[in-house]
C-alpha cells in the first residue's frame, strides 16, 4: 500500500489509524515496534516543535524514515503542525511521506490561500496534506478550547483547498494530560457523512478509549496521540532511575520508556482497528 492511500483505505473500511509523535528516536522505535506487533499500518509524526527541539529537520526525519522503511508493516512518517511553508518544502525534499499544514491561526481567507498554496505544491511531489479549519485547543493558548468545525464550511474548505484530510474541531485539545475530554459524536457523525476527505482528531491524549471508539465508529479516521505516551515514557524512565541511583548508562533507563510506549502503542492500534 503506498503512503498517501492509507487513510482512505481506513475511511473505506470504518476503522481508524493511529498518529504517534516522534521525540526522539527510541519514539520511533517504539511505535513501530508497537505497530508490527499489532500488525496494523502506523503514522510516526514529526512536529515543527520537535524539529526546533533538535535544531533541524534532516537528522530526526532521517533517522524516522530509516526506522520506517524497516518496519514489517505499514508505517508513514509525517510532518505534524507545520505553519512554516519552508519546512514543509524541506520536508517534502527529504522525503517525507505526508505534511500537516497549519494556517488554521490566520483568517479563513488567507488560510484557504496558503493551505492551497501548500497543497498544489504537495501534491506535485506525490505528497499527502492535511490542514485544519475550527482550532483545535490547548495550542500555546491561541486555540479556543470551546472552538467547534461547522460542516459546511468544512465542506467548502477541502474544495477550495484540495487538500487530502482535515483535522477538525470537536472537542479534544492538546497536551491534555488527564482523559476527560467529551467529544461531539454528533457533529463528528455531520461532518463525516459531508466532507469527502478523511477526518483527523487532533489532541486525542485526553481522550478516554470509550470515546475514542466511539469517534471512530461516527466517522474519524487518523487519531492523533502524543501527550499520553510521553507520560508512560517518562513514567517509566523514572521508575527504573528509583530503583538504581548508580544507573548511568542511558540504554538502561530508557529502554523501559521505549517499552511501555511500544506496548501502549500496540494497545491503542488495535482499539482503533476495532479489535
Same mark, same amino acid.
Given at each position: 500500500?503506498?503512503?498517501?492511500?492509507?487513510?482512505?483505505?481506513?475511511?473505506?473500511?470504518?476503522?481508524?489509524?493511529?498518529?504517534?509523535?516522534?521525540?526522539?528516536?527510541?519514539?520511533?522505535?517504539?511505535?513501530?515496534?508497537?505497530?508490527?506487533?499489532?500488525?496494523?499500518?502506523?503514522?510516526?509524526?514529526?512536529?515543527?516543535?520537535?524539529?526546533?527541539?533538535?535544531?533541524?529537520?534532516?537528522?530526526?526525519?532521517?533517522?524516522?524514515?530509516?526506522?520506517?522503511?524497516?518496519?514489517? %508493516?505499514?508505517? !508513514?512518517? =509525517?510532518?505534524?503542525?507545520?505553519? &512554516?511553508? /519552508?519546512?514543509?518544502?524541506? @520536508? $517534502?525534499?527529504? *522525503?517525507?511521506?505526508?505534511?500537516?499544514?497549519?494556517?488554521?491561526?490566520?483568517?479563513?481567507?488567507?488560510?484557504?490561500?496558503?493551505?492551497?498554496?501548500?497543497?498544489?505544491?504537495?501534491?506535485?511531489?506525490?505528497?499527502?496534506?492535511?490542514?485544519?479549519?475550527?482550532?483545535?485547543?490547548?495550542?500555546?493558548?491561541?486555540?479556543?478550547?470551546?472552538?467547534?468545525?461547522?460542516?459546511?464550511?468544512?465542506?467548502?474548505?477541502?474544495?477550495?483547498?484540495?487538500?487530502?484530510?482535515?483535522?477538525?474541531?470537536?472537542?479534544?485539545?492538546?497536551?491534555?494530560?488527564?482523559?476527560?475530554?467529551?467529544?461531539?459524536?454528533?457533529?463528528?457523525?455531520?461532518?463525516?457523512?459531508?466532507?469527502? %476527505?478523511?477526518? !483527523?482528531? =487532533?489532541?486525542?491524549?485526553?481522550? &478516554?478509549? /470509550?470515546?475514542?471508539?466511539? @469517534? $471512530?465508529?461516527? *466517522?474519524?479516521?487518523?487519531?492523533?496521540?502524543?501527550?499520553?505516551?510521553?507520560?508512560?515514557?517518562?513514567?517509566?524512565?523514572?521508575?527504573?532511575?528509583?530503583?538504581?541511583?548508580?544507573?548511568?548508562?542511558?540504554?538502561?533507563?530508557?529502554?523501559?520508556?521505549?517499552?511501555?510506549?511500544?506496548?501502549?502503542?500496540?494497545?491503542?492500534?488495535?482499539?482503533?482497528?476495532?479489535?
Amino acid at each position: 500500500m503506498s503512503k498517501p492511500v492509507v487513510l482512505e483505505q481506513a475511511r473505506k473500511n470504518g476503522v481508524g489509524v493511529g498518529a504517534f509523535n516522534v521525540i526522539l528516536l527510541e519514539h520511533a522505535e517504539a511505535i513501530v515496534a508497537g505497530a508490527q506487533a499489532a500488525g496494523l499500518p502506523v503514522i510516526l509524526q514529526i512536529s515543527e516543535n520537535c524539529v526546533s527541539y533538535h535544531g533541524a529537520l534532516e537528522p530526526i526525519l532521517a533517522g524516522t524514515l530509516a526506522v520506517a522503511r524497516r518496519a514489517g %508493516v505499514d508505517a !508513514v512518517v =509525517h510532518l505534524d503542525h507545520a505553519e &512554516s511553508e /519552508d519546512l514543509v518544502r524541506e @520536508a $517534502v525534499e527529504l *522525503g517525507v511521506h505526508s505534511v500537516m499544514f497549519d494556517a488554521s491561526h490566520d483568517d479563513y481567507d488567507v488560510n484557504v490561500r496558503r493551505t492551497a498554496a501548500m497543497a498544489q505544491f504537495c501534491h506535485a511531489a506525490g505528497v499527502h496534506i492535511e490542514a485544519e479549519l475550527g482550532e483545535v485547543g490547548g495550542k500555546d493558548g491561541v486555540h479556543a478550547p470551546g472552538a467547534r468545525t461547522d460542516p459546511a464550511d468544512a465542506v467548502s474548505f477541502v474544495a477550495a483547498t484540495g487538500v487530502d484530510s482535515l483535522a477538525v474541531a470537536v472537542g479534544s485539545s492538546h497536551a491534555m494530560t488527564e482523559r476527560t475530554a467529551q467529544l461531539d459524536l454528533d457533529l463528528i457523525a455531520d461532518l463525516a457523512k459531508a466532507v469527502p %476527505v478523511p477526518l !483527523v482528531l =487532533h489532541g486525542s491524549s485526553g481522550v &478516554s478509549d /470509550d470515546q475514542l471508539a466511539g @469517534a $471512530v465508529r461516527a *466517522g474519524l479516521v487518523k487519531v492523533n496521540i502524543s501527550t499520553h505516551l510521553n507520560g508512560l515514557f517518562t513514567r517509566a524512565i523514572r521508575q527504573r532511575l528509583e530503583a538504581d541511583e548508580k544507573l548511568v548508562d542511558p540504554r538502561k533507563y530508557i529502554a523501559p520508556g521505549r517499552e511501555a510506549v511500544a506496548h501502549e502503542v500496540e494497545r491503542l492500534l488495535k482499539l482503533l482497528a476495532g479489535r
